[in-house]
């Protein structure tokens, strides 16, 4: 990956180095000349009227056609369809005295989850 150090807008440039005169120059020619040099604003002074280019001011991708957005509704049934399969599932093989502390937090977290949709009901 390229990093770039500097600014687009603020990038070193030459000088245009003004050519010597013959003859010298009035004071009316010599304050033109330095008011059309001077930058007309701040913005113009930072360069921030210039638009920003490179690669880190592209916007994100386009998100995958595939990619379903849920409903607080479809997440809600997902969930109660989860935690309805996990009680059959507990119901099914019965609490036994020889559980691992895993699968007995797991029960706990499980419970948990139950008495927090109830509550929700």
Same mark, same amino acid.
């Given at each position: 990956m390229r990093v770039q150090y500097t600014l687009p807008g603020l990038?070193?440039?030459? *000088?245009?180095q003004p050519e010597i005169e013959a003859t010298p120059a009035s004071f009316k020619s010599r304050v033109r000349r330095l008011s059309q040099a001077l930058?007309?604003?701040?913005?113009h002074l930072l360069h921030l009227d210039v638009t920003p280019t490179g690669l880190e001011f592209i916007g994100p991708p386009p998100s995958a056609d595939d990619m379903e957005m849920l409903d607080a509704e479809t997440r809600r049934r997902r969930w109660r369809e989860l935690l309805d399969r996990q009680t059959r599932l507990y119901e099914e093989r019965?609490? !036994?005295e020889e559980e691992s502390e895993e699968?007995?937090?797991?029960?706990?977290?499980? !419970?948990? *989850? *139950?008495?927090?949709q109830m509550l929700e009901d």
């Open positions: 990038q070193p440039r030459q *000088l245009n930058p007309r604003g701040w913005k019965g609490a !036994s699968h007995q937090m797991a029960r706990r977290m499980h !419970s948990l *989850l *139950l008495n927090y």
